[in-house]
């Protein structure tokens, strides 16, 4: 079975603090992905990344930088917290077919 | 980008019912995938089904890609069967999923 694990379930930090959420997976999927989700706006992309130290822009990267050295893990960063920043944050992994596989996710609050 | 509706928006059902969910898109695709988000946020893979029908227990899709939609049916729905779910659409070669809004399904005992 496919294994995506996030280093947090649940994180409360402060604003203007750096924030780093750790994705790892153990299938040796080329492609890893970090999506944010809120309530009445759905699922939405941040980064992705298709290869080690490779990544791409989703649908919203301002306020974010992510980073791939090893192929398993794929790091969310938040330079500065902010409070609209607070979101159940999701990490997946895919294969040559795209099939995506989620981790359990990371409810952050940034107060 | 590839517009994806899912209906109903909610549905709430008794014990032991079942149920048919749809997902409708816009394009042509080769990756369809639905999920059951679980009351934890966890987004829990079901099927990965780009064109025909699968099984997998109580739970079954098929996918008719030339009409472009597909089809999740619940069968004999159980209070675990609870939660949010969701059709997510895309191309092999295009890293993107497009995700529906999801349909909440509620099970009373």
């Known amino acids: 079975d496919v294994k995506v694990t996030q280093s947090s379930r649940y994180l409360v930090k402060r604003t203007g603090e750096k924030v780093f959420l750790e994705c790892v997976q153990d299938?040796?999927?080329?492609?890893m992905f970090w999506y944010r989700q809120d309530p009445g706006l759905g699922l939405r992309l941040i980064y992705f990344s298709y290869d080690v130290k490779m990544k791409e822009k989703g649908d919203i990267p301002e306020g974010y930088s992510v980073s791939r050295e090893k192929k398993e893990r794929f790091s969310l960063i938040l330079e500065s917290a902010s409070t609209n920043q607070t979101s159940m944050y999701l990490c997946?992994?895919?294969?040559?077919?795209?099939?995506?596989?989620f981790g359990p996710g990371t409810r952050l609050t940034v107060l | 980008g590839i517009q994806v509706e899912q209906s109903p928006p909610d549905l709430i059902l008794q014990e032991g019912a079942n149920s048919t969910l749809r997902c409708n898109f816009s394009d042509s695709v080769n990756n369809l995938q639905w999920f059951h988000q679980n009351p934890w946020g966890q987004l829990i893979n079901l099927f990965y089904?780009?064109?025909g029908t699968k099984q997998n227990g109580r739970l079954s899709a098929t996918t008719v890609a030339t009409e472009r939609y597909s089809l999740l049916y619940i069968s004999s729905s159980q209070t675990t069967d609870s939660g949010v779910y969701f059709c997510?659409?895309?191309?092999?070669?295009?890293?993107?999923?497009?995700f529906g809004a999801g349909t909440t399904v509620t099970v009373r005992a």
């Open positions: 997946a992994s895919s294969g040559t077919y795209n099939e995506q596989f």
């Open positions: 299938m040796d999927h080329e492609n």
């Open positions: 997510a659409v895309g191309y092999h070669n295009d890293y993107k999923l497009s």
């Open positions: 089904i780009p064109s």
